[in-house]
């Protein structure tokens, strides 16, 4: 069983910075593919970042990319989402998800993830 739990939202201003952690208790970290999906009020989850098992391979969402960057540290069993110049509509809850598969890809499907955590809420004010 993977247990994931964020940290890291709150309330900031546009074009401010955040970052995002998310712990994951595993006993073998690297064996996961993490992501960050993000859900606003009355939207469909939403693909924002991806990162392989060993991080040699990640994606983003077109409306984060060149914004926001995934990375992860194994040694701390920790995925990380940095977020800057961030807008209004980047509110949402952010959650992270897991999945046990090594590939040389990552995915942007949300049912891919087998484990999620319980969200954080990151709110930009204008």
């Known amino acids: 069983q993977v247990q994931l739990v964020e940290s890291g939202g709150g309330l900031v201003q546009a074009g401010d910075s955040l970052r995002l952690s998310c712990v994951a208790s595993v006993r073998t970290f690297s064996l996961l593919s993490m992501g960050w999906f993000r859900q606003a009020p009355g939207k469909e989850r939403e693909f924002v970042a991806a990162?392989?098992?060993?991080?040699?391979?990640?994606g983003t969402g077109d409306s984060v990319k060149g914004r926001f960057t995934i990375s992860r540290d194994i040694a701390k069993k920790t995925v990380y989402l940095q977020m800057n110049s961030l807008k209004p509509e980047d509110t949402a809850a952010y959650y992270c998800?897991?999945?046990?598969?090594?590939?040389?890809?990552?995915?942007?499907?949300?049912?891919?993830?087998?484990?999620w955590g319980q969200g954080t809420q990151v709110t930009v004010s204008s």
């Open positions: 990162i392989s098992c060993l991080g040699g391979y990640t």
């Open positions: 998800a897991a999945v046990s598969k090594c590939q040389s890809s990552v995915s942007h499907d949300r049912t891919s993830y087998a484990y």
